[in-house]
Nanobody
Framework: QGQLVESGGGKVQAGGSLRLSCAASSYTDVDACMTWFRQAPGKERKWVAAISVYDSTYVENSVEGRFTILRDNAKSTVYLQMDALRLEDTAMYYC???????????????????WGQGTQVTVSS
């Protein structure tokens, strides 16, 4: 198995935007259902969004209309475009790859076999 590396996190004011990237060491690592989870301090890891190899997308209700998950297969990279950020979006964001090309049980962390190290997003008022 390869490696996933997240980037693009940082500090932003509420209402601002960030674009997270998840780069894989090889295409085979992203030739799968890809996802983003986030974990705030003291809280459990929660699912945010997922995208299949066929570009079917799934987004958690609290971020729908604000976050978009995208993939660029030529770059072996998956993105999370985050707009209209809120204080409650502050968390460590992780990308992960499934062993399936379609997204099955995509909200379950156990569905993913390869995880990145995370990138911190901090939203301030």
């Amino acid at each position: 198995q390869g490696q996933l590396v997240e980037s693009g996190g940082g500090k932003v004011q509420a209402g601002g935007s960030l674009r997270l990237s998840c780069a894989a060491s090889s295409y085979t690592d992203v030739d799968a259902c890809m996802t983003w989870f986030r974990q705030a301090p003291g809280k459990e890891r929660k699912w945010v969004a997922a995208i299949s190899v066929y570009d079917s997308t799934y987004v958690e209700n609290s971020v729908e209309g604000r976050f978009t998950i995208l993939r660029d297969n030529a770059k072996s990279t998956v993105y999370l475009q985050m707009d209209a950020l809120r204080l409650e979006d502050t968390a460590m964001y992780y990308c992960a790859a499934s062993s399936n090309r379609i997204c099955l049980r995509h909200t379950d962390p156990a569905s993913y076999v390869l995880w990145g190290q995370g990138t911190q997003v901090t939203v301030s008022s």
